[in-house]
């Protein structure tokens, strides 16, 4: 494996640990140039019960609690499934993490290409940062799908999984398990065994 994959995977080990616990599967590295790893995280939205608890803030947040500086985070670049969003895009770009290398785009929310330029546009007092995208996507947006194909018990009235969505979270899991055989399955989530 090649760094990227390396260290792609870990993000997607921390996104399954997000799936583990019923979050948004998104997890992402924090990996410094000299040091390497010096932060990771994944989504804690739903047992924080507070939106902005992305896995790049949670990253941050420890990162800053271990006695990081900012500045050894622009030296730093960001391994994350999923393309940060608007809000996590410019506190990356206030952090001045030079380099972005993410799994799948995030067509609702992204800020680093998808939806928003915030990584790029300007007027901004913060420098820009680059970005690589597609690295595993496939396997980022697998372990979405099976996100979504879980029924929300905690829901007031939970909509049942439509044909469709279980086929994709079939699907899915077959290709999480050709990835990496000690993957999460499907049939953990969403068939309740």
Do not use: W
């Not at 996590?88 to 290398?101: E, I, M, P, Y």
């Not at 979405?144 to 018990?153: C, E, K, P, S, V």
């Not at 993957?183 to 065994?193: F, K, P, R, S, W």
């Amino acid at each position: 494996m090649t760094d990227t994959n390396t260290y792609m995977d870990m993000a997607l080990r921390e996104a399954e640990a997000a799936l583990g616990a019923h979050e948004v599967p998104v997890g992402c590295v924090f990996v410094h140039r000299h040091h390497g790893v010096i932060g990771r995280g994944h989504n804690n939205t739903v047992a924080s019960c507070n939106a902005t608890r992305h896995a790049e803030m949670e990253a941050i947040d420890r990162m800053l609690l271990d006695g990081h500086t900012p500045a050894s985070m622009a030296e730093c670049t960001l391994y994350v499934t999923v393309e940060p969003c608007i809000m996590c895009a410019s506190a990356l770009r206030q952090l001045r993490v030079q380099h972005v290398v993410f799994g799948c785009s995030n067509d609702k929310f992204g800020g680093c290409g998808s939806v928003l330029s915030v990584h790029s546009d300007d007027p901004s007092p913060f420098p820009a940062f680059s970005t690589t995208s597609g690295v595993r996507g496939d396997e980022a947006v697998a372990l979405l799908r099976l996100f979504y194909a879980q029924q929300n018990q905690h829901a007031p009235e939970p909509q049942k999984r439509t044909r469709k969505q279980m086929e994709l979270a079939v699907s899915a899991d077959e290709l999480l398990a050709r990835s990496k055989p000690a993957t999460t399955t499907a049939h953990e989530y969403y068939l309740g065994d």
